[in-house]
């Protein structure tokens, strides 16, 4: 089965800087192009980041660039996302997901919420 | 890259048909037969229902279906049950294997 757990979400300062960790587990990893994708408060979903398999391809939303930052390590199982210079309109719940065959999310994770306020 | 345009909210009765809409451009839905959607009941993750503009992944009833027409892409759901109430979210490649979603359609079974 496949399992997408994510971590490191929570109440963070504007201009601040947060890491968001995804374990994977259920599939092999290493073979799959994975994303993520955010949801604010009462809106729609929002794809944000996605990385290649061997993290030598990534790719941005245009208005993300230079303050988000997709990883991934293929021996631990698990992708990040390293997020600077928060802002308030940057609270949001954050999916890991893994992509499908073409070009869709075929799983998710349960997501975690990252609140921006002083 | 603009997030798709899709219905706020739609309604029909238990065993109706309903349709919702997902417009974009030749740059995104209009291009690629990449089209996909998903289901979000609240406070849930988003599933996926339809992939590939017409595909239904394993476990997906068949009165989910896909469908495309030039820059609109559509999805229709056929005898509709209660358990369908949710969020529905279209989503296009848009080149360069990065993704777009549709601002979300709220369905509700009357």
């Known amino acids: 089965e496949v399992q997408l757990v994510e971590s490191g979400g929570g109440l963070v300062q504007p201009g601040g800087s947060l890491r968001l960790s995804c374990a994977a587990s259920?599939?092999?990893?290493?073979?799959?192009?994975m994303s993520w994708v955010r949801q604010a408060p009462g809106r729609g979903l929002e794809w944000l980041a996605n990385v290649n398999q061997d993290g030598s391809e990534k790719r941005y939303v245009d208005s993300m660039k230079g303050r988000f930052s997709i990883s991934r390590d293929n021996a631990r199982n698990s992708l990040y996302l390293q997020i600077n210079s928060l802002r308030a309109e940057d609270t949001a719940v954050y999916y890991c997901?893994?992509?499908?065959?073409?070009?869709?999310?075929?799983?998710w994770g349960q997501g975690t919420l990252v609140t921006v306020s002083s | 890259q603009s997030a798709l345009t899709q219905p706020r909210s739609v309604s029909a009765s238990p065993g109706q048909s309903v349709t919702i809409s997902c417009t974009g451009t030749s740059s995104d839905v209009g291009g690629h037969n990449y089209v996909s959607w998903y289901q979000q009941h609240p406070g849930k993750a988003p599933k996926l229902i339809i992939y590939?503009?017409?595909n239904r992944p394993s476990g997906v009833p068949d009165r989910f279906f896909g469908s495309k027409s030039g820059n609109t892409a559509s999805l229709t759901i056929s005898g509709l049950q209660a358990e369908d109430e949710a969020d529905y979210y279209c989503?296009?490649?848009?080149?360069?294997?990065?993704?777009?979603f549709g601002g979300g359609t709220k369905l509700t079974v009357l």
């Open positions: 997901a893994r992509e499908g065959g073409t070009y869709y999310v075929e799983y």
């Open positions: 590939d503009v017409s």
């Open positions: 259920g599939f092999t990893f290493r073979t799959y192009w």
């Open positions: 989503c296009s490649y848009v080149g360069d294997y990065t993704l777009v």
